[in-house]
C-alpha cells in the first residue's frame, strides 16, 4: 500500500496574548498520520503559541526530518546515510537540473542546509516568502522522486570526503570518534559516520560492491513519509490549499529502525579507564563522562538539565569557583548537549569538560578529586526544590519573552522535536522544564559515581607518549588505569568539601516585566544625550518591538593600547583577567539572561550587556566598578599569560587566520601582527608591567555609548582615534605564506581588492557585488565537485 504525505497550510490569525507575546506569522506540523486531519484547527492555533517578537518575518522555511541515520548505515559502507544526504538533492524527475535548486535560492535570496545524526537526518531551506511556493515544491521533489544520477556519484563522495578532511583537526569531532570507538564491537556508536573516499568508494570498488544500488535501496527503504514530519513557516497565502506528497514506493506499516534494545553500550571494562589524548589545539582539558540509560523519556523533568545547572554553576561555592581559586582551570561545562551523539535511544552521556591551566594538568586527579567531592554533596543534600523552580523560572521567562528567532533554525528545531514528543509539546518539549521528581533526579545522582566514569586527560604535553591510533581521524592517545590510591579514595567515602557548596538566592531574575512609557517625541535613530571630551551617549527608546528587555553598549577608547606590541599584550591580559574577575559575581546575572560580553577591540574595550532592563543596570554597573577597580593577583597574571601563548599559537596555526593576519599587517598603519605580539608575550611581562598598563589606559580613556530598548533613562556617560589603510599601488601583488600547522591540509586563499573611500551608496553596490561573486563561486565549486559544505553541518 502506497504511503501519502498530506501537507495542510490554513492562515491562523494573529493576536497578542496579555503578557505583549505574539505569535509566528505562520507555523504548520505534518506527520504522516491522516488523523492530524480532524485535529488540524487546534494545532495550527498550538503551533502558534510559540512566544517571540513581532518584527515582521520576510522569510519563509520548511524543514523535514527523516527518522533515520548514521546508525543505520550497512556495515559495509559507513557513511551512507551521510553520502544519501548530498545524493537527493542532485536534481529530481520534475527539476532535472543538477543545480537549479541552489540556483534557485540564491536568485531570491535563500540558502538551504542539511545534517545526518545518529537517528535523523535534517532538510532546511528558507527563501523570500514570494518565491516559497514554488521552492516548496522544487524542495519536495527531492524527497519524491529524486534522481541521485550515476555520473554524480564520484563527485558527491569527493564532497563527503572534503567535509571529512575538513573535520580532522578539529578536537571536537576527533574525541567523538575516540570516544565512539570505547563502545561494545557491533554497536551502531562504534560506526564512522562521516564516510569518505575510502570507504565511499575505494574499498567498494575493491570488494565490488555496488553504490549505486545500494544507495537508491537505502532511499527506497528509509526515505518513506511514515519516517517524516515537517515543519512550515510562513505568512498565509490568502486562500487554503492541499498540497499532496507521495512518498513513492514507501511501505506501509513498517516501523522505524529501532535500536533501542541495544543498550549499555559503553558497559565494558575499556569505559572506565584513563584515556591520554594528543590534541590538535595546544590546550589542556580534562573530560569526565557518565554513559547514562536513555533520558529522553524524561523531557518533561529535564533531571539532566538541573544536575549540569549546578555542576557548570560559576558562583561562589561551586567547582569552577574553586579551581580558579587554586589557579587550576579555565572553563567547566556540564551536562548534555542533546544531540544524536549525546543522548539517543540506547543510552544519554552526561559529561564534564574542564579547560585547565599548566598546573592544573599538572594537578589533574586532584581537579576530579573536587568534581567527585561536589557530586558527592549533590547526592547527601538530595534534589532540591528551591532551586529547580528557580531553573524553571528562568527558563519560562526566556521562552516567554525570547527573541525573534531564525525562520529556518525555528523549523529545523521543530520539525525535529516532532520526532520525539506528543504533538502538545512540539514547541515547548525541548525548553521548559514541566515538574519537579526527585525521584528522578536522585536515581540519576545515583549513578554518577567515580567507578563508572570514563576519565580523557587532553595535552600537547603527550606527544611522543602516546602509540595508540584512532582508526578514522588518526588521533594519538593511550590508556591506563585509574590510579588506585585515588579511586580507593574515591569510592571508600569520600569527604566533603568546606569550600563546596549550594548556589544562593539569585537576585538577578527579573520581576518586572512592564513597559515603560516613551520620554519624549519618538525618534527613529537614536538621539545624543550626553557629550563633554571624555566621551558621550546615545539613547533610543523601544517603541515598537515592545518587549520588557534593553541593549547597553559601551566602546572604551584609548590611545596607549596600539603604542607598541606589548601594550596590545597587556590590553589583551588586561581584559581576560577582567573577565575572570568578573566571571563569579556576575554569573547569576549571566544564567538569569542578562548577557554581558567584553571585547578587545583593535582601539579600546566593548562592553555590551543585554536581557531584561528590571536588572540590567546593576550587571552594567557591576561590570564599570570592576574596571574601575581592577587587580591581578601573580598567580591569576602568570595563568592567563601562559593561556593567551596558547590562544596567539592556535591563532597562528590556522591558514585563515594567519592569512588575514598577514593582509592587514599590509594595508594597516602601525599595525602589530600576531607574531610580533607573541614575541612580545614571550619576551616577559611582570604583574606591575599590567597595572601600569591598566592605569594609563583609564587615564587616557574616551567611552562612547549607546542605549536602547525598554529603558527610560539613559545611562550618564569625535573619537580620537582615526583607522586608515594604506594605499596599494595600481598593481598585482602576491603574498604567499606557510602554514604553521604542518598536519593541516587545507589551504586558504584570500583575494583583496582596494576601492578607496566611497560614500555610502557606492559601499552598498559593493556589497551587492560582493554577494554577487560569492554566488558565482559557489557554483563554480559546485560543478566540478558539488560541495555541498553550505548545506551541512554534520
Known amino acids: ?89 542532485m536534481g529530481s524527475e520534475k527539476y532535472p537540473s543538477e543545480n537549479g535548486f541552489d540556483a534557485f535560492l540564491k ?96 574499498e567498494p570498488k575493491k570488494n565490488k560492491i555496488n553504490v549505486y544500488e545500494r544507495l537508491r535501496a537505502f532511499w527506497k527503504k528509509y526515505y518513506s513519509a511514515h519516517y517524516m514530519t515537517l515543519a512550515v513557516q510562513s505568512k498565509g497565502w490568502g486562500n487554503p490549499f492541499l498540497f499532496i506528497v507521495d512518498s513513492k514506493g514507501a511501505h506501509d506499516g513498517l516501523p522505524k529502525p529501532d535500536f533501542s534494545d541495544m543498550l549499555n553500550p559503553y558497559d565494558t571494562p575499556a569505559f572506565y579507564k584513563l584515556y591520554r589524548v594528543v590534541p590538535v589545539r595546544k590546550d589542556h582539558s580534562l573530560n569526565i563522562t557518565w554513559a547514562l540509560p536513555p533520558q529522553e523519556k524524561y523531557y518533561r523533568l529535564k533531571p539532566l538539565h538541573y544536575i549540569s545547572w549546578l555542576i557548570g554553576h560559576e558562583g561562589t561555592g561551586s567547582i569552577l569557583s574553586v579551581l580558579r581559586k587554586k589557579c587550576w582551570a579555565l572553563a567547566l561545562f556540564g551536562g548534555n548537549s ?46 532540591q526544590k528551591r532551586i529547580y523552580e528557580e531553573i524553571q523560572r528562568i527558563e519560562a521567562n526566556e521562552f516567554h519573552y525570547q527573541e525573534q528567532i531564525d ?54 604535553e603527550h606527544e611522543g607518549h602516546c602509540p595508540l591510533r584512532e582508526k578514522w581521524f588518526g588521533t ?45 517625541p519618538e525618534s527613529e535613530f537614536p538621539v545624543k544625550i550626553a557629550h563633554s571630551d571624555r566621551g558621550c551617549n546615545w539613547y533610543k527608546k523601544d517603541n515598537k518591538f515592545k518587549i520588557p528587555k534593553a541593549y547597553i553598549r559601551f566602546h572604551m577608547i584609548s590611545p596607549v ?33 542578562l548577557d554581558y560580553k567584553l571585547v578587545a577591540s583593535e582601539h579600546g574595550l566593548v562592553i555590551r550587556v543585554k536581557g531584561f532592563n528590571h536588572k540590567l543596570p546593576l550587571l552594567f554597573y557591576l561590570i564599570i566598578d570592576h574596571l574601575a577597580g581592577f587587580s591581578a593577583t601573580p598567580g591569576v597574571f602568570s595563568m592567563f599569560t601562559e593561556q593567551l601563548k596558547k590562544t596567539y599559537f592556535n591563532i597562528l596555526i590556522k591558514p585563515e587566520k594567519l592569512g588575514k593576519d598577514v593582509r592587514l599587517l599590509i594595508l594597516e598603519h602601525s599595525r602589530w601582527s600576531m607574531v610580533e605580539k607573541y614575541q612580545a608575550l614571550t619576551a616577559g611581562l611582570t604583574v606591575d608591567d599590567l597595572m601600569e598598563f591598566s592605569q594609563r589606559f583609564r587615564a587616557e580613556l574616551y567611552a562612547e555609548g549607546l542605549v536602547q530598548g525598554n529603558i527610560s533613562k539613559a545611562l550618564p556617560a569625535k573619537v580620537p582615534v582615526l583607522f586608515r589603510v594604506v594605499e596599494l599601488p595600481p598593481k598585482h601583488h602576491i603574498c604567499k605564506v606557510k602554514s604553521l600547522n ?44 558539488q560541495s555541498a559544505l553550505s548545506k551541512l553541518k554534520s
Open 1 to 89: 500500500m502506497e504511503k501519502t504525505m498530506t501537507l495542510i497550510y490554513q492562515p491562523v490569525r494573529t493576536f497578542r496574548s496579555e503578557r505583549a507575546m505574539c505569535v509566528r506569522p505562520y507555523s504548520v506540523f505534518i506527520n504522516s498520520d491522516a488523523t492530524i486531519r480532524s485535529h488540524i484547527r487546534s494545532e495550527l492555533m498550538y503551533a502558534n503559541l510559540k512566544k517571540t517578537t513581532s518584527f515582521p518575518v520576510f522569510q519563509s522555511a520548511a524543514a523535514l526530518c527523516v527518522g533515520v541515520g548514521s546508525f543505520s548505515d550497512p556495515t559495509d559502507l559507513p557513511g551512507l546515510a551521510h553520502f544519501l544526504e548530498h545524493m537527493v538533492f
Open 107 to 202: 536568485k531570491h535570496g535563500g540558502s538551504d542546509n542539511a545534517s545526518t545524526d545518529c537517528e535523523r537526518t535534517i532538510f532546511q531551506f528558507d527563501i523570500q516568502r514570494k518565491n516559497f511556493k514554488e521552492a516548496l515544491d522544487r524542495w519536495a521533489q527531492f524527497f519524491i522522486c529524486p534522481l541521485m544520477i550515476r555520473d554524480a556519484i564520484d563527485r558527491e563522495v569527493e564532497a563527503v570526503d572534503s567535509e571529512y578532511q575538513l573535520a580532522k583537526p578539529s578536537d571536537s569531532h576527533r574525541k567523538e570518534m575516540l570516544f565512539g570507538s570505547l563502545a561494545k564491537p557491533g554497536h551502531p556508536m562504534g560506526k564512522f559516520c562521516w564516510g569518505n573516499a575510502q570507504t565511499l568508494k575505494q
Open 338 to 383: 542533546e544531540t544524536g551523539f549525546d543522548q539517543n535511544s540506547t543510552y544519554s552521556i552526561f559529561s564534564i569538560s574542564i579547560t585547565l591551566t599548566d598546573e592544573g594538568f599538572q594537578n589533574f586527579y586532584q581537579v576530579t578529586h573536587l568534581v567527585f567531592q561536589y557530586l558527592k554533596l549533590l547526592q547527601t543534600l538530595g534534589p
Open 407 to 460: 525562520p529556518i533554525e525555528y523549523v529545523e528545531d521543530v520539525c525535529e522535536n516532532m520526532q520525539l514528543f506528543p504533538k502538545e509539546d512540539f514547541l515547548t518539549g525541548d525548553q521548559l522544564m514541566f515538574q519537579f521528581s526527585p525521584e528522578v533526579i536522585g536515581a540519576i545522582l545515583s549513578l554518577l559515581t567515580p567507578d563508572k566514569a570514563n576519565l580523557m586527560l587532553f595535552s600537547p
Open 476 to 520: 594519538q592517545y593511550n590508556v591506563e588505569d585509574i590510579q588506585q590510591e585515588w579511586m580507593k579514595q574515591w569510592t571508600d567515602g569520600i569527604e566533603l568539601s568546606q569550600d563546596l557548596h549550594l548556589p544562593e538566592e539569585n537576585k538577578f531574575i527579573s520581576t518586572d516585566f512592564s513597559l515603560k512609557p516613551p520620554e519624549s
Open 561 to 593: 593600547i596600539q603604542q607598541s606590541a606589548k601594550n596590545l599584550v597587556l590590553f589583551d591580559l588586561m581584559v581576560n583577567i577582567l573577565a575572570h574577575n568578573l566571571a563569579e559575581p556576575a554569573y547569576e546575572a549571566e544564567v538569569a539572561q
Open 742 to 785: 604542518k598536519g593541516d591540509a587545507n589551504s586558504e586563499v584570500t583575494v583583496y581588492y582596494q576601492s578607496g573611500t566611497k560614500a555610502l551608496r557606492e559601499h552598498t553596490l559593493m556589497e551587492l557585488l560582493v554577494v554577487s561573486v560569492s554566488t558565482s563561486l559557489f557554483f563554480f565549486h559546485s560543478v566540478p565537485n
